[in-house]
Protein backbone atom coordinates (compact mmCIF):
# COMPACT_ATOMS: atom_id res chain seq x y z
CA UNK A 1 0.00 0.00 0.00
CA UNK A 2 1.14 3.65 -0.72
CA UNK A 3 -0.35 6.72 0.81
CA UNK A 4 -1.12 9.13 -1.22
CA UNK A 5 -2.01 12.87 -0.73
CA UNK A 6 -4.01 13.93 -3.09
CA UNK A 7 -6.09 11.29 -5.07
CA UNK A 8 -6.82 12.74 -7.95
CA UNK A 9 -3.63 13.80 -8.75
CA UNK A 10 -2.03 9.89 -7.91
CA UNK A 11 -4.76 8.37 -9.88
CA UNK A 12 -4.01 11.10 -12.79
CA UNK A 13 -0.58 9.90 -12.67
CA UNK A 14 -0.73 6.01 -12.44
CA UNK A 15 -3.71 6.07 -14.67
CA UNK A 16 -2.63 8.62 -17.31
CA UNK A 17 1.31 8.53 -17.33
CA UNK A 18 1.77 5.04 -15.72
CA UNK A 19 -0.87 3.28 -17.84
CA UNK A 20 -2.22 1.17 -15.23
CA UNK A 21 -6.38 0.95 -15.12
CA UNK A 22 -8.64 1.56 -12.21
CA UNK A 23 -9.94 -1.87 -10.97
CA UNK A 24 -11.80 -0.46 -7.87
CA UNK A 25 -11.92 1.44 -5.40
CA UNK A 26 -13.84 1.47 -1.61
CA UNK A 27 -14.58 4.38 0.82
CA UNK A 28 -14.30 4.16 4.48
CA UNK A 29 -15.37 7.51 5.85
CA UNK A 30 -16.14 5.67 9.24
CA UNK A 31 -12.41 5.44 9.29
CA UNK A 32 -11.57 8.58 7.19
CA UNK A 33 -9.86 7.22 4.40
CA UNK A 34 -10.02 5.94 0.97
CA UNK A 35 -8.66 2.98 -1.05
CA UNK A 36 -7.73 2.48 -4.72
CA UNK A 37 -6.82 -0.55 -6.67
CA UNK A 38 -5.46 0.24 -10.25
CA UNK A 39 -2.99 -2.14 -12.12
CA UNK A 40 -0.94 -2.84 -15.55
CA UNK A 41 -4.16 -3.86 -17.28
CA UNK A 42 -4.02 -4.10 -20.86
CA UNK A 43 -7.89 -3.73 -21.84
CA UNK A 44 -10.62 -2.24 -19.33
CA UNK A 45 -13.35 -3.80 -20.87
CA UNK A 46 -12.23 -6.91 -19.13
CA UNK A 47 -12.74 -5.49 -15.60
CA UNK A 48 -15.84 -6.62 -13.67
CA UNK A 49 -18.81 -4.59 -13.32
CA UNK A 50 -20.05 -6.11 -9.74
CA UNK A 51 -17.99 -5.37 -6.19
CA UNK A 52 -17.49 -9.37 -5.84
CA UNK A 53 -15.71 -9.51 -9.01
CA UNK A 54 -13.74 -6.22 -8.77
CA UNK A 55 -11.89 -7.32 -5.67
CA UNK A 56 -11.50 -10.80 -7.05
CA UNK A 57 -9.33 -9.78 -10.19
CA UNK A 58 -7.49 -6.96 -7.58
CA UNK A 59 -6.47 -10.03 -5.52
CA UNK A 60 -5.06 -11.90 -8.74
CA UNK A 61 -3.68 -8.96 -11.24
CA UNK A 62 -0.08 -9.11 -10.88
CA UNK A 63 1.19 -5.80 -9.95
CA UNK A 64 -2.07 -4.55 -8.77
CA UNK A 65 -1.05 -1.44 -6.07
CA UNK A 66 -3.12 -0.19 -3.66
CA UNK A 67 -3.42 3.18 -3.00
CA UNK A 68 -4.52 4.95 0.46
CA UNK A 69 -6.02 8.36 0.75
CA UNK A 70 -6.57 10.03 4.42
CA UNK A 71 -9.41 11.90 4.48
CA UNK A 72 -7.23 16.11 4.98
CA UNK A 73 -3.94 14.47 4.12
CA UNK A 74 -4.94 17.02 0.58
CA UNK A 75 -5.24 20.08 2.95
CA UNK A 76 -1.29 19.87 4.07
CA UNK A 77 1.36 21.92 2.73
CA UNK A 78 4.31 20.41 0.91
CA UNK A 79 5.01 16.61 1.30
CA UNK A 80 3.10 14.39 3.65
CA UNK A 81 4.64 11.39 3.35
CA UNK A 82 7.85 9.59 4.04
CA UNK A 83 9.45 7.55 0.63
CA UNK A 84 12.09 6.01 2.43
CA UNK A 85 14.84 7.23 0.82
CA UNK A 86 16.90 9.48 2.62
CA UNK A 87 13.70 11.66 3.37
CA UNK A 88 13.21 13.58 6.00
CA UNK A 89 9.02 14.01 5.57
CA UNK A 90 7.44 13.59 8.82
CA UNK A 91 10.30 13.04 11.47
CA UNK A 92 10.72 14.52 14.68
CA UNK A 93 13.92 15.30 14.66
CA UNK A 94 14.56 16.84 11.12
CA UNK A 95 16.63 13.59 10.08
CA UNK A 96 16.72 11.79 7.13
CA UNK A 97 15.34 8.20 6.98
CA UNK A 98 17.75 5.48 5.67
CA UNK A 99 16.34 2.35 4.03
CA UNK A 100 13.19 0.75 4.42
CA UNK A 101 10.30 1.20 1.17
CA UNK A 102 13.12 2.29 -1.73
CA UNK A 103 10.94 2.20 -5.04
CA UNK A 104 8.14 0.47 -7.28
CA UNK A 105 9.62 -1.17 -10.23
CA UNK A 106 7.55 -1.24 -13.95
CA UNK A 107 8.59 -2.67 -17.26
CA UNK A 108 7.59 -1.15 -20.54
CA UNK A 109 8.67 -2.49 -23.98
CA UNK A 110 10.72 0.42 -24.67
CA UNK A 111 12.46 2.60 -21.56
CA UNK A 112 13.75 5.20 -24.30
CA UNK A 113 10.46 6.17 -25.79
CA UNK A 114 8.60 5.66 -22.50
CA UNK A 115 10.89 8.06 -20.48
CA UNK A 116 10.53 10.62 -23.93
CA UNK A 117 6.29 10.33 -23.11
CA UNK A 118 7.10 10.68 -19.80
CA UNK A 119 9.07 14.05 -20.54
CA UNK A 120 6.43 15.58 -22.57
CA UNK A 121 3.85 14.64 -19.21
CA UNK A 122 5.63 16.78 -17.13
CA UNK A 123 7.35 13.96 -15.26
CA UNK A 124 10.25 14.62 -12.89
CA UNK A 125 12.91 12.50 -13.41
CA UNK A 126 15.23 11.47 -10.81
CA UNK A 127 17.42 9.64 -13.05
CA UNK A 128 17.06 9.44 -16.95
CA UNK A 129 18.19 6.40 -19.12
CA UNK A 130 21.58 7.11 -19.59
CA UNK A 131 22.17 9.29 -16.34
CA UNK A 132 24.83 7.29 -13.94
CA UNK A 133 26.48 4.46 -14.11
CA UNK A 134 23.46 2.09 -14.86
CA UNK A 135 22.09 2.73 -18.59
CA UNK A 136 19.13 1.99 -19.82
CA UNK A 137 16.86 2.67 -16.96
CA UNK A 138 15.32 5.39 -15.58
CA UNK A 139 13.68 6.66 -12.35
CA UNK A 140 10.83 9.49 -12.12
CA UNK A 141 8.60 10.51 -9.19
CA UNK A 142 4.89 10.21 -8.93
CA UNK A 143 2.70 13.11 -6.81
CA UNK A 144 3.89 12.34 -3.52
CA UNK A 145 7.99 11.60 -4.35
CA UNK A 146 7.44 7.73 -4.86
CA UNK A 147 10.32 6.52 -6.84
CA UNK A 148 9.06 4.77 -9.70
CA UNK A 149 11.68 2.62 -11.19
CA UNK A 150 11.13 2.31 -15.24
CA UNK A 151 12.60 -1.01 -16.83
CA UNK A 152 12.58 -2.65 -19.79
CA UNK A 153 10.91 -6.18 -20.62
CA UNK A 154 13.83 -7.74 -21.60
CA UNK A 155 17.44 -6.92 -22.26
CA UNK A 156 19.02 -3.24 -21.05
CA UNK A 157 20.04 -1.99 -24.46
CA UNK A 158 20.53 2.09 -24.05
CA UNK A 159 20.86 4.25 -26.46
CA UNK A 160 23.44 6.85 -27.51
CA UNK A 161 20.97 9.86 -26.11
CA UNK A 162 18.13 9.77 -23.76
CA UNK A 163 14.86 12.25 -23.30
CA UNK A 164 16.70 14.65 -21.44
CA UNK A 165 19.80 15.04 -23.87
CA UNK A 166 22.24 12.85 -21.66
CA UNK A 167 24.69 10.69 -23.37
CA UNK A 168 25.51 6.79 -22.68
CA UNK A 169 29.06 7.63 -23.21
CA UNK A 170 30.94 9.85 -20.76
CA UNK A 171 28.15 10.73 -18.02
CA UNK A 172 28.59 10.80 -14.83
CA UNK A 173 28.92 7.47 -12.50
CA UNK A 174 26.15 5.87 -10.01
CA UNK A 175 25.12 7.93 -7.06
CA UNK A 176 23.53 6.15 -4.13
CA UNK A 177 20.94 9.17 -2.79
CA UNK A 178 19.77 6.45 -0.29
CA UNK A 179 23.01 7.21 2.30
Known amino acids: MVRVKDPKASLDFYCNVLGF ?8 PQWEFNVYFVAPIADASTIPEDE ?3 WAMCMNTPGCLELTWNYGSEKESGKV ?5 GDSTGTSDGQKIKGGFGHIGITVPNVYRACERFKEMGCEFHKSPNSGGMKGLAFIKDPDG ?31 NSK
Request: net charge negative; aromatic share 10%; charged share 30%.
Open 52 to 54: DGR
Open 21 to 28: KLLMYREF
Open 146 to 176: YLIEILPQGKMVPEAIDCMGVAAEGGEGYKD
Open 81 to 85: YNTGN
